[in-house]
Every structure is written in structure tokens, then in C-alpha cells.
């Protein structure tokens, strides 16, 4: 599967921004799938995954309440909504697939796309 993130941009603190992945051929539904982010001097972190059907997620402690992962497999796509930004959640944000649900650690996501940078201004 090949993935591509997009919707990054700069906003001020207290904002929102959603990011897209869009994600092709026809297996999407087959793939769990995650946010990672990496900032400036810092290493990835795992950001937020959603299972393959969707009606399961789980969130890192620094988004959780803030952001919401959410798909729709109809339109090979997952989506990152990002609310009450802060300065710290600037980075670049990259999508993922994984064929096991569940994990945080970005050694067991095998397909990446792209970052998409996301800037917040206090």
C-alpha cells in the first residue's frame, strides 16, 4: 500500500488542523493504521492508531482528549483531527500501515508515507 499524508500547515496555539492520508489500491481496509510525528532534534513518536475496522483507537498521553483518528475505508483514507494545538505538537506528522493492530512502536509499521508538517505559534 502506498500511502500520502497531507493538510499540514502552521496555526496559532488553541487551533485546529486535519490531516489526510490517502492511501492506494484496494487492500486498505486490510491495514491498521497510525500517526507518527518527529520534531526538530527528536526522535519519532507514535502520535495515534485506528484498527482495521476502525472501531478501535488509542492515543498517546500528550493527544489524548486533543485529537481524534478516525478512517473511511470507502475512500481509502484516514484522517487526523487535531484540536486545542500547542506549541509542542509542532512536527512533522507521518502516516502508517501495519497488518497487526495495537502497537506503538514504529518497527512494526511496514509502509510509511510522507510527513506532512504541522507548525503551531504560541
Known sequence: VQLQASGGGSVQAGGSLRLSCAASGRTFSRYAMAWFRQA??????FVAS?????????YAD????????????DKNTMYL?????????????YCAAALSYGYTSE???GYWGQGT????SS
Open 62 to 73: 500528550s493527544v489524548k482528549g486533543r485529537f481524534t483518528i478516525s478512517r473511511d475505508n
Open 40 to 45: 526538530p532534534g527528536k526522535e519519532r513518536e
Open 81 to 93: 483531527q487535531m484540536n486545542s494545538l500547542k506549541p509542542e505538537d509542532t512536527a512533522g506528522y
Open 50 to 58: 485506528i484498527n482495521r475496522s476502525g472501531g478501535s483507537a488509542y
Open 107 to 109: 518497527a512494526v509499521y
Open 117 to 120: 508538517l504541522v507548525t503551531v
